[in-house]
């Protein structure tokens, strides 16, 4: 079970972009670096995840890959940090080229539907908190409260009925994996 923050506790993810751009950021994380992911939520200035590690990383790789990833792409989009030169998946990368150069160029889409929704940008430079909260979970009936904890997050936060932006939205389906 891991949260995290945004720096200060900004409400990027008011921003409809930066959300879509997170679910993809996961998706194209999830592949590349193999963990199943059983549940997921973001709420304004944070998200939760329940994930399990596969052979090669560990959770602060995936973290890292995450935070990192995300906070260049969502620079890139407010105008922080330079677009890509390329498309070309590097040769490390191999593998994985056709689904990194759809996410790059969704990432551009996303920079242009941002401009024209915000000619002034509003947002300062992106940023998350320096650390994230992670817990073990140790049983089942763990797994089932943290789960549930997940699910009803964004009602905790007063956030609309019908936010999109969680696991059990069947818009996700196909990222999640049952446990």
């Known amino acids: 079970f891991i949260g995290i923050k945004t720096k200060n506790n900004f409400p990027y993810f008011k921003e409809k972009i930066f959300c879509d751009l997170f679910v993809e950021n996961l998706k194209l994380c999830k592949e590349m670096k193999g963990f199943l992911l059983y549940g997921w939520v973001l709420i ?3 998200f939760h995840l329940m994930i399990q590690p596969g052979d090669e990383f560990n959770v602060s790789d995936v973290m890292f890959s995450i935070k990192k990833q995300f906070s260049h792409d969502a620079n890139r989009i407010l105008g922080y940090n330079k ?8 040769k490390r990368f191999r593998a994985f080229r056709r689904s990194i150069i ?3 160029k969704f990432v551009l889409s996303s920079k242009t539907r941002f401009y024209f929704k915000h ?3 509003p947002f300062s430079k992106f940023q998350w908190q320096k650390s994230f ?3 073990y979970i140790r049983n089942k009936n763990e797994f089932i409260r943290l789960m549930n904890y997940i699910e009803y997050n964004p009602i905790k936060h007063g956030l ?3 936010w999109p932006y ?3 939205n069947n818009k996700y389906n196909y990222l999640t994996d049952t446990p």
């Open 133 to 135: 909260y992670d817990h």
């Open 44 to 46: 304004y200035d944070h």
């Open 119 to 121: 000619p002034q940008n």
């Open 83 to 90: 677009l890509y030169t390329s498309l070309k998946a590097r």
């Open 166 to 168: 969680v696991f059990c």
């Open 160 to 162: 609309p009925s019908d």
């Open 102 to 104: 759809n996410y790059q």
